[in-house]
């Protein structure tokens, strides 16, 4: 089969396994998801976010600022398909389906001295359609996938623009963009173009000075822009959310040990804050290679991934091994940048909880997904009937495990796993308002975590009637607080059971049967 053929089949699958029930599997959109929807909305509609910021630089969100570029990707998704999940997701689809081909282009340059370089980009790109860690978040509407595409898409063209220089410029936009896309690659995209300055500095040496002037000035402008005009709390505020219990932690754990000790001139040495807070950031970074994390289990979060498999296929683990010490033994500059991406893909993890954690360290997706295809190359050309045998092996090891993983991710996950995605949530916004008009306020209690903007996206309510009249508390007449009503005409909405007196008009229940949402009114 041509090489070409072979691709547009990897293509075709990567692209049915990212849009087969975008919409309905995950089963429910998350509050992260609806919040970028209906920003978007509020955009497309107003020109502001919910909070009336013209065009900001930050979804400000639940006050964790989120970078805006997967808010403003979705300004046309939302305008060509409407205010649904299957707008609100699909520019991770699509940005996911087109990091497969990107990986092929990828791979092809890394290896591009090797005999097997065609074969090594056919596999990663394979290997990427169908890895539970790539495939999962391209089906979810988050900013993580809109990073890692731009990453790959950076490194790519800077490879290429070593030969091809009017590259070069492209790369540079697409690095600034990452910064725009995701909070972790703030910290590993400046490292990870540091990495290829170091590793490619004498082919640098060689280019006219005009493009090497020009990618400079495209990242300090990008740069610049994104730290003077995006809010300080962009930078600050995922940060503190994420890392300050962790911190808080370990300074109580510091102080703790010192008392133990006396505050013995050793100990001060050994238990300084400093040390242990150092320590801690080690250990998450460390374990983000975790072999269960990676291969068996994934990480505590249950909207990352489904029971009983790692973030990529048990079968990958002896590959990434063999691929890892292929690498090492190479010991040329593409094995180097390589090995460089996997260390560095981490370290956002580093310093937040939890750890391990599947979308901080997202990127390592991208090397181990290239190592594994190093190393399945190799394996499946063996020679004599060692050939065979591989090959078998191989479509069986892929076939199966691929059969498992959307079974339980199509068939199960949806029903196991609703009440993690809010499932519940959209149904009691729609609801409630059918019935709002029979009743004189619609309360919805905080057992709904971050309420408003289920029924904000729901209810598909006027962005401009938000911004002017209406905030996280309350907007229309629905009113989101922790006091049930005493009032018979007002309705009330609660993941808890209803206060004795109250009768109930409507129940939402998971789609394994349990009860989540109930609705209902205290009786006169």
Known sequence: ????????????????LRFFQLGQVPPSLNWDENSNAYNAYSILKTGRDEYGNFLPL??????????????????????????????ARLPSAVFGFLTVPLVYLLARKLFQNSS????????????????????????IGLEANIGLFLTVAAVTTFLYGITNKKLLILSAVLFVLSLYAYHAQRATTPLLLLTLVVIFKNEIRNFPKKYKAAFVAIILTGVAILIILAPRETFTGRLQQAGSEARREDIEKSIKYLEYDNLSPFSKIVHNRRVTIAQTALNNYLQSFDLNFLFTRGD???RHHVDGIG???????????????????????????????????????????????AIRSFSMVIPLTI??????????????????????????????????YLHEYFYHYPITHAFSWQYGY?????????????????IVDKSIEQA????????????????????????????????????????????????EGFKTVALINLPNGEKSIKIGYKEK
């Not at 190799?378 to 691929?402: H, M």
């Not at 916004?429 to 004189?440: G, M, P, R, T, Y």
Request: glycine letters at 2%; a positive charge.
């Open 371 to 404: 190592i594994c295809a190093l190393a399945l190359s190799v394996l499946i050309q063996q020679k004599g009937k060692y050939r065979i045998i591989a090959q078998g092996v191989t479509i069986i090891a892929v076939a199966s495990s691929l059969f498992i």
């Open 311 to 357: 973030m990529l296929y048990l079968f990958q683990l002896p590959l990434a091994l063999i691929g890892i010490f292929l690498l090492v033994k190479h010991k040329n500059k593409e094995a180097l940048l390589i090995l460089a991406w996997l260390l560095i893909a981490p370290i956002p993890v580093a310093l937040a909880r939890p750890s391990p954690h």
């Open 452 to 499: 408003y903007v289920f029924w904000l996206f729901n209810t598909k309510y006027d962005p401009k009637n938000f911004q002017e009249n209406g905030n996280a508390n309350s907007f229309d007449k629905f009113y989101f607080s922790d006091q049930a009503p005493t009032n018979p005409r007002e309705l009330f909405v609660s993941a808890s059971d209803l206060p």
């Open 1 to 16: 089969m041509k090489s070409k053929t072979i691709l547009f089949t990897i293509l075709a699958l990567a692209f049915a």
């Open 58 to 87: 930050a979804n400000r969100s639940f006050d964790d600022y989120k970078p805006p570029l997967y808010m403003y990707l979705s300004v046309p998704s939302i305008a060509i398909f409407g205010l649904t999940p299957f707008a």
């Open 426 to 442: 959209a149904q009691a916004a729609v609801e409630s308002n059918k019935l709002k008009n029979d009743f004189d306020k619609v």
């Open 300 to 302: 505590d979060n249950s």
């Open 116 to 139: 097997n370089k065609e074969t090594i980009a056919l596999i990663a790109a394979l290997l990427l359609s169908i890895a539970p860690w790539h495939l999962h978040f391209s089906r």
